[in-house]
């Protein structure tokens, strides 16, 4: 953009190249008015970096004409460009002017360049409000988990307890999904874990002359704490998430809606065979993810650490005991609750269309996630102080 | 029809209808007739949809009653509200089909989920309700495989299977051509001639209140504007139903001042 000073010479100002126009001008003319001209480029998408009204240089003092050519051709974005140039200028305490160079010009800047009408404020809470909305959410929160937890959890032990064909039914399928569709990925990420495991000990364990305590390690960590978290933490990016996202979509189809208004009670149908089949499938997945694990470690056992199959085998059933793969059960039943109540409140609170049924996912799948840890942490401290005692 | 009227399938009295802290509709006293075709009208946001939430217990009341023949929902136990749902038939306005499920599967779902029905019976009930709104040989297509105007008619069929006092149906003819709109309409009359029901229309296209409602009710301005037989209504004083009738236009004040002020060449 080119910026022209006059001295009333010319007071349409252009700078002209061959013919056309190229730049925004502004001159002061003998009568000590200032005349801006903007190019059509300017008016239709604005200077770029910087507004129109930079173009009139800080010493202006009085009246400042925008003088449109009749070239220029104005749309919706000049009137714009227009309103914020005027708007600029005002606050520079300048008056401002507009000189239009046909009807066609006047019409359009009647049509667009009218008073805004004030727009309407969603209330937003600040300060203190917003906190106490926040500790509401939360309370809300934990209200709704614990009735889905509770409703599902009772809507199960009535359905073990009276079986019907189309529940059990439902039950298969959902356990052939969540269960058999993860043995692959469990069954490889267990085993290398436990490989990975037994690689990063063995140096110590050999400086040490204790390369068979490789059987305690991986034993003792992939039944007590690996093999259930990592298990929970796979099935709630997997199963969890896409619990949440089929629950958001049927809410916003309405589904939900027309479930319930049939008399037929959603967290029954689409909740509790998963709750079902999650309580069944984790701790299975948990149960062959330990084994796994264990078999990882004694590749790296017998290849790296030279110790005999046998021994390895002989030192893992004496050093983890029942109680050690019970804990670890427990804790991925505990887990399987977490996934499906996180999955089921954010998928059925899902709002905002498309980009909501991602947001809610992500949410189900962080928030598992994070209570997974928290469990864990709580279980594992529990678990330690009765022991200590 | 008064309010007083005991052969109302659905009653309100003084109803306040919203969402948490925002009243969309006040003190909302209604007369829903017994086999009769209502319509509830409106331009568009002025409340039909809430009041159809609400009366279908999706929304909870944020004041008044509501009366289900003669038995007033709040009073209801979880158990008897449940019964008493079993007892309408609602059609969405997206239709609310459930997409994994196949046309059949979709009409048959309440019969198998609550009655336990043997899946051979519940199929050729959802046969028959198929073939009563022209769909008898889509059993096995998918939502997704079939047009905007035969997923709204599986809704009806769906929303009928289990023969409902009471049918709901939120804006039956939105997204549809006039001939397919008007097919349906001719099957919603088709349907209370034939099984008596009791059918509330959600709806602001014209044509179809004129082709359908014995009984109207005109919601505007947060309220109920008029309500009764849709001559009645149509001859209404109150602000907005002429309007609404005659398809006029609220005239928008011209608004001044801003940049044309400042023409210097006017």
Redesign the interface.
């Known amino acids: 953009m080119k910026v022209g000073k006059g001295s009333g010479k010319n007071p349409r100002g252009a700078v002209i190249v061959c013919g056309m126009e190229v730049g925004t001008t502004c001159t002061h003319t003998a009568e000590g008015q200032w005349t801006l001209v903007p190019c059509a480029q300017d008016l239709a998408e604005g200077p770029s970096g910087s507004s129109l009204a930079s173009a009139v240089p800080e010493e202006a003092r009085g009246l400042v004409e925008v003088s449109l050519g009749a070239e220029i051709k104005l749309a919706a974005i000049s009137v714009a460009v227009l309103r914020l140039t005027v708007d600029r200028l005002t606050k520079r305490g300048l008056k401002v002017r507009i000189r239009a160079a046909n009807a066609e010009q006047r019409r359009l800047i009647k049509l667009f360049g009218a008073e805004p009408e004030a727009t309407l404020e969603s209330p937003r809470p600040r300060g203190l409000e917003r906190l106490l909305q926040g500790v509401h959410e939360i309370k809300n929160a934990a209200i709704e988990c614990a009735w889905l937890l509770s409703r599902t959890l009772g809507q199960s032990v009535v359905h073990t307890l009276r079986p019907r064909a189309r529940d059990d039914q439902r039950l298969l399928g959902e356990v052939a999904a969540m269960g058999m569709g993860a043995v692959p990925l469990i069954a490889l990420i267990a085993s290398m874990l436990g490989m990975i495991l037994a690689l990063q000990a063995a140096p110590i364990l050999r400086m040490w002359g204790q390369e068979l305590r490789v059987a305690d390690l991986v034993g003792l960590s992939m039944t007590k704490e690996i093999g259930p978290l990592l298990t929970a933490i796979l099935l709630a990016g997997r199963s969890g998430s896409a619990l949440a996202a089929e629950l958001g979509t049927m809410k916003l189809n309405d589904e939900i809606d027309a479930m319930t208004v049939m008399g037929v009670d959603p967290i029954a149908t689409l909740v509790t065979p998963r709750m079902r089949a999650m309580l069944l499938a984790l701790p299975l997945l948990t149960l062959m993810g330990d084994v796994l694990g264990i078999c990882g470690g004694l590749v790296i056992a017998s290849v790296v650490l030279d110790v005999a199959v046998i021994q390895y085998i002989h030192q893992t059933l004496q050093e983890v005991h029942l109680a050690d793969i019970m804990h670890g059960l427990v804790k991925s039943a505990l887990f399987a609750m977490v996934i499906v109540t996180t999955a089921a409140w954010q998928g059925l609170s899902t709002k905002g269309g498309a980009a909501g049924i991602g947001r809610h996912t992500t949410r189900s799948v962080v928030y598992s996630i994070l209570w997974i840890i928290v469990v864990d942490a709580t279980y594992t401290w529990i678990e330690t102080v009765i022991n200590l005692r | 029809m008064s309010a007083s009227d005991n052969t109302a399938a659905i009653r309100t009295e003084g109803l306040v209808c919203g969402y948490g802290e925002d009243v969309i509709l006040r003190d909302v006293n209604v007369s829903i007739p017994k086999s009769r075709i209502t319509c509830v009208l409106g331009g568009s946001g002025c409340g039909k949809s809430t009041l159809l939430?609400t009366l279908?217990?999706?929304e909870a009341p944020l004041a008044g009653s509501i009366e289900f023949s003669g038995k007033k929902l709040a009073q209801s136990t979880e158990t008897e509200l449940?019964?008493l749902?079993?007892r309408?038939g609602?059609l969405?306005?997206?239709a609310?089909?459930?997409?994994s499920l196949t046309l059949w599967e979709n009409v048959a779902?309440?019969l198998?989920?609550?009655t336990?029905t043997d899946e051979d019976l519940a199929r050729e009930t959802a046969r028959m309700k198929l073939s009563l709104v022209g769909l008898g040989a889509f059993l096995e297509h998918l939502p997704s495989e079939v047009s905007g105007g035969m997923r709204k008619r599986c809704g009806i069929a769906r929303a009928l299977v289990r023969d409902p006092e009471v049918l709901f149906l939120d804006e039956p003819g939105a997204g549809l051509d006039p001939v397919t709109s008007a097919a349906l309409d001719h099957m919603i009359l088709d349907i209370k001639e034939r099984l008596g029901t009791t059918v509330v229309v959600v709806t602001h296209e014209l044509l179809s209140i004129r082709a359908l409602a014995d009984h109207a009710i005109m919601l505007g301005g947060g309220g109920v504007l008029a309500q009764g037989a849709l001559s009645v209504v149509e001859a209404s004083n109150a602000a907005g139903v002429h309007a609404f009738f005659s398809r006029q236009a609220h005239a928008e004040p011209?608004?001044?001042?801003?940049?044309?002020e400042?023409?210097?060449?006017?």
């Open positions: 939430r279908l217990g999706l449940a019964a749902r079993r309408v609602v969405f306005q997206g609310a089909l459930f997409n779902f309440p198998l989920e609550l336990g011209e608004r001044g001042g801003g940049l044309a400042l023409l210097c060449n006017e």
